[in-house]
């Protein structure tokens, strides 16, 4: 019973293609992120929504889209992916106080050819 | 605005000696401070947070931190070191002031490496 799954866990594709990541948790939270880990571990927000609402839009291409169809899903499609797009997708959710702490999926390792 | 150093990329400690990983921060307002911790090939696992009151927090697998509001610091700290904690620590920030943003902004992150 994992809480926060992401599928899939290794995604290889050539550029210009579109592809999605899909996010669930089963923790109940409100609130649910989308980060980019680069290849020197560097962590970046990317989206954050709660209540299927977005509320974090960091400077990320117009290429990626999140998409929350209810509180427990949070996916992330990518258009025309770049060599640059290669990195470890996390996703992660939190209760809505801000003390609580974000629970982490393991990853999507995306690598573009 | 709101930010967060790990000055040291990699730190290395004998098994068995204490561990202190270091991380200082910079909000406008009050802090919550969390630490994490990612195994390879897996997402960052929440060790223990800064909230308010004292200023040592004890949290997972006997790992600590001490807030320090004059220095701007939170560093993590073991008093005896494992092979197994041998992994990538983040440090994070969030300025109590954000509102419904709710951003977490990490620090770099310290590879620990525990020698046997």
């Known amino acids: 019973d994992t809480a926060v799954s992401q599928t899939p866990k290794y995604l290889v594709t050539q550029m210009g293609n579109d592809k999605s990541i899909k996010c669930e948790q089963n923790?109940?939270?409100?609130?649910m992120y989308w980060y980019k880990q680069d290849s020197k571990k560097f962590l970046k927000i990317m989206f954050s929504?709660?209540?299927?609402?977005?509320?974090i839009n960091e400077t990320v291409p117009n290429r990626f889209s999140p998409k929350s169809p209810d509180k427990a899903h949070l996916n992330l499609h990518i258009n025309s992916l770049e060599l640059g797009d290669s990195a470890v997708y996390f996703c992660?959710?939190?209760?809505?106080?801000?003390?609580?702490?974000?629970?982490f999926g393991d990853g999507t390792r995306l690598s573009i050819l | 605005a709101q930010s967060v150093a790990q000055p040291e990329d990699q730190v290395n400690v004998a098994e068995g000696n204490p561990l202190t990983v270091k991380c200082t921060y910079s909000v406008s307002g009050n802090p919550y401070l969390f630490w994490y911790v990612q195994y390879p090939n897996r997402g960052l696992q929440f060790l223990l947070k800064?909230?308010?009151?004292?200023?040592l927090v004890k949290g997972s697998y006997g790992f600590e931190a001490e807030f320090n509001k004059s220095q701007t610091s939170f560093h993590l700290k073991k008093p005896s070191a494992l092979v197994s904690d041998s992994a990538l620590y983040f440090c994070a920030v969030r300025d109590k002031s954000s509102g419904s943003a709710r951003q977490l902004t990490f620090g770099s992150g310290t590879q620990l490496t525990v020698l046997p």
């Open positions: 929504y709660n209540n299927k609402e977005l509320i």
């Open positions: 923790l109940g939270h409100d609130t």
């Open positions: 800064y909230i308010t009151g004292d200023n």
């Open positions: 992660a959710s939190s209760q809505v106080f801000n003390n609580q702490p974000q629970h």
